[in-house]
């Protein structure tokens, strides 16, 4: 599904390298999480996956089904299939939820060349997956993320993802934030779209997520690499120890 | 000679270069005389100049030239606007009344006659009203152009508003000359109690000056629309002068699109107690020849008013937005709540927004605020919607869209607010980066 291969990026402004050389392979149907200490790249391997400015892409390439990502703008590769949760959602005053999703769908359709949803069959599915997340409709007509509490908004991006219905799904640090409730919540809607079509790359700092989404392979990313994968007993070494050993045995 | 002396020969001469080719139309001795009055005050106050202070953002220039640039008629094939609604429809073609294609001037609960036929009369209740606001005006800052309007203006509507009027009556200014140089003056009195909504549309000619006055008696309320044409070409100076009675409202929102240079006045005064004025405006503009200035003055002169002012610009492609808005309380005018903000989208470097918000309060219990600010598009939230699949240009327009919409939120009426955004929708496809 998708393939990393040496992938290069340094920050747009300055000289300064973040991925040095990241290799990635994540199979449909397969839930691959990646963990690592802070300012080990993490976030900004989901932010150049996804397009965002900013970095520049000095080596290597990322494919999804054999198409290069790097080429395209941020809204071909939402089109193509990759959808980014968001660490920090950002709130747009003055755009409607609801306006804002059918839009999305709706571009993504069209992107495709595929037929619009109509009004009365988007709001038919937009309200059945909104209820297993316990969004109400209220949420729905508010402006996007627009004074929603830290577990209202990561639904909110689990609702995207229910409706836009990626291949590759990257969650950046959907934990964050969450307390107990609020991540099983989370965690459910991501494990009801588990499908053999689909695949996940979890990023976070914390075992406690991956209890929820349980992961087929784990990898540990450390300055700008991917130094160590293995299976989920990989996460719970993590947990246990931190990260100073893992470190320490690939150095 | 004297460098104010000088000044003052230049205004002198560029004012009687104006006046030149105008000629006082025919009328009734009491329009005759309020006629000349103007000319006088015309002459007295002079046309402004560039080093004025009210016209340091805006080049007045292409108003002072007896000649005028062609403009030429902006073809669109868009559906015309709130084409659904039930309207009483008088219409202008550059600048004079069309009979034949405005509707009967006969609506319940109101009085309408053409100007002409007002001013043709030997006595008129419009005596009263036809003149004396813009007069009234000059008390703060001197308005030579709506001066000029009065002296000289030989069309447009005198509306005597009797009852609750449901139906809005909807001036449409028609352009079809390339070289026409309208002067239109209007004049609106709503009595007590009564009700009306005001719908003015289209670019009216190449060059237009127009006036409109507004008497609001006790307990009236006066609605007002307007949406400029959007011929890309045309000029227009324009005012706007209330007068709001007891317990009255004044709520008047102007889209502006297109249009090389638009000067928008709009006096407001609040003469008796709980009285609530609203002016808004959402103005969109592309290219560097795009200059849009509004400029508001609002005087609190009652007890326990209420004032609004909320204005959004967004500019691309080197325009430039003006704002100047001034809120003056009196000392009497306790409990005023004024509320002022101007706020511009610049989408690139090379527009700008120049802003002068002012504040003069005279009163000890009175709540005032007023912001301005000048931004550019939240990257962040680009991003977002298009790592949703939104492509960037429809991304764009959705945000701008969103910033306008606080100010499409002082239209009254939702039918009236859903054609402005009809309006803006069309314009962001038409001008799709």
Known sequence: ?251 | MAGSAKMLQIRQDVTDARLAPLTVPAGGAWATEARSAAVARVQAMGLPHGRDEYWKFTKPDSFLSPDIAPAAAFDTDEAPLWADMDRLKIVFVDGVFDAGASDDLSLEGMEIERLADVTAKDIHWAKDLFGVLETNSHNAVPRPFAALNTAFASDGVVIRVTGKVSKPVNLIYLHKSEVSDAILHSCIKVEEGAEMTLLETGAAAARLNKVLEVEICDHASFHHVRVQGRDHERRAVTGIFTRLGTESTFKSFTLTMNGVMTRNECVIELTGDDANATIGGACVGDGKDFHHDDTVFITHDAVNCESRQVFKKVLRNGATGVFQGKILVKPDAQKTDGYQISQALLLDDDSQFLAKPELEIYADDVACSHGSTTGAIDEEALFYLQSRGVPKAEATALLVLAFLAEALEEIENPALAEGILERLEGWFVRHAA
């Open chain 1, 1 to 251: 599904m998708l393939e990393i291969k040496d992938l290069h990026v340094k920050l747009e402004e300055e000289d300064k390298q973040i991925l040095k050389g990241v290799n990635l392979t994540v199979e449909a149907g397969k839930v691959h999480a990646i963990m690592g200490p802070n300012g080990s790249g993490k976030s900004t391997l989901s932010y150049v996956l996804s397009g965002k400015g900013g970095y520049e892409v000095t080596g290597g390439s990322a494919t999804l089904e054999g198409v290069e990502l790097l080429d395209m703008e941020a809204e071909e590769r939402a089109a193509a299939g990759l959808f980014l949760a968001f660490q920090y959602p950002v709130e747009i005053p003055g755009v409607g939820n609801m306006t804002f999703l059918r839009t999305a769908v709706n571009a993504q359709r069209k992107a495709r060349g595929e037929a619009e949803m109509s009004a009365g069959e988007f709001l038919k599915v937009v309200r059945e997956k909104a209820k297993s997340l316990k969004i109400d409709a209220e949420m729905l007509k508010r402006p996007v993320n627009v004074g929603f509490s830290g577990g209202e908004k990561k639904r909110n991006e689990i609702l995207q993802m229910a409706m836009l219905e990626p291949k590759m799904c990257i969650l950046d640090e959907t934990d964050s934030g969450l307390d107990v409730d609020a991540m099983k919540l989370v965690a459910d809607g991501v494990n009801a779209l588990r499908a053999d079509g689909r695949a996940f790359l979890v990023i976070t700092h914390y075992q406690r997520l991956l209890d929820h989404i349980k992961p087929d392979v784990v990898h540990i990313m450390a300055d700008g690499r991917i130094v160590k994968t293995g299976g989920p007993e990989l996460a719970l070494e993590v947990e246990n120890n931190g990260y100073a050993d893992i470190l320490a045995e690939v150095a």
